[in-house]
């Protein structure tokens, strides 16, 4: 049995899953296809390697599907496992890839021609205390990621607005927003099966990374709890996630998860209690410590996880946000103290 055939999954409905390796520690990415006829809608192809086109080869010719027989490619999220391999596929298939007009725009904003966003974000994790000397490891980290979208797809299709219908291997699907995860994030619900694609809004066994950017949503982690408070209304039989397997219990997935942050809200409101201020990089280092430590993929999510945190504290009025001058960092930083 190849690798390919032991990560294909055949699903109702037709539909297949297929989990694309993943350099890091989320171990691999969910593709799904879905039929139409002698054609396939592909969502989310995964992150663009060597590897993973060997891979994509391999399996499509396990499933005796043709590059041509891709009629449509859909991503639910810019994030580069998700989007990577879009231009890739389009190359090898002509297939139009859709996404959001707040995606393809994050898109071009990170892995434009003379983007600056690694710069900002550089920045802003200073501000937030990101200490000097790991600058280096984290400036190297984000240029290595533009391989991974590379070549970006040509032709972006803009797909319609949330609460709107989106025709996917001839099925009516309803686009459902939720911010929080990634700016511009789509989920697809098929209100006759129940069935759900959900992208990396709801995940089981592990909890979406919150994605604060500069520039972004200054309170993503409050987007996100209203998004998965929006999501409870929704009568899911099956989940179709973009990491772990699909299941079936959603909603009490979704009710997990605003328990999670809630946990963790308060988890840092009991820190701020204990000393006078802290850093988004102090705290961060408390809540992750050991598990971040020389990973700058990892500190760059904990930082951006942390500083949503924070910054859903301020919003609330449950903590203070200042700044102050630092004589060790040379420059201002950001530091929260109990309000
Ligand atoms: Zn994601
Ligand atoms: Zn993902």
Not at 117 to 143: C, K, N, T, V
Not at 220 to 249: I, T, W
Request: hydrophobic share 40%; proline share 7%.
């Amino acid at each position: 049995m190849t690798e390919a055939m032991e990560t294909i999954t055949r699903l109702a409905n037709g539909y297949i899953q297929v989990k694309v390796p993943l350099p890091f520690s989320l171990r691999w990415v969910n593709a799904y296809l879905l039929p139409h006829g002698g054609s396939w809608t592909l969502v989310d192809p995964g992150l663009r390697a060597a590897e993973t086109q060997a891979f994509w080869a391999d399996a499509l010719a396990e499933l005796g599907i043709a590059w041509k027989d891709i009629e449509s490619i859909v991503l639910t999220h810019y994030h580069p496992d998700h989007y990577g391999l879009s231009g890739w596929f389009q190359e090898k298939t002509g297939a139009p890839v859709y996404m959001s007009d707040v995606a393809a725009a994050y898109a071009d904003r990170l892995w434009g021609e003379n983007e600056t966003f690694s710069e900002e974000l550089i920045e802003a994790f200073r501000q937030h205390g990101y200490p000097e000397e790991l600058i280096p490891g984290m400036r190297e980290h984000l240029a290595g990621v533009k391989d991974q979208v590379s070549p970006p797809p040509r032709e972006i299709r803009i797909l319609p607005e949330p609460g709107q219908s989106f025709g996917m291997a001839g099925q009516a699907w309803k686009i459902v927003g939720g911010e929080g995860h990634a700016p511009g994030h789509r989920a697809f619900y098929r209100p006759e099966s129940g069935v759900i694609l959900c992208g990396d809004q709801v995940l089981p066994r592990i909890t979406p990374n919150i994605g604060w950017l500069p520039g972004g949503d200054p309170d993503p982690l409050g987007s996100y709890l209203a998004s998965l408070e929006s999501l409870l209304a929704y009568d899911v039989s099956l989940a179709l996630p973009g990491h772990r397997d699909p299941f079936p219990e959603f909603s009490g997935r979704v009710r997990e998860l605003i328990a999670h942050h809630d946990r963790r809200l308060k988890q840092i409101e009991d820190l701020l209690a204990e000393a006078e201020s802290y850093s988004s990089h102090e705290l961060c280092d408390a809540l992750f410590g050991a598990r971040i430590s020389g990973n700058s993929h990892n500190h760059r999510f904990a930082m951006s996880e942390t500083i949503a945190h924070a910054e859903r504290l301020a919003f609330s009025g449950a903590a203070l946000r200042t700044c102050e001058p630092d004589s060790e960092a040379g420059r201002s930083v950001i530091r929260y103290r109990k309000a």
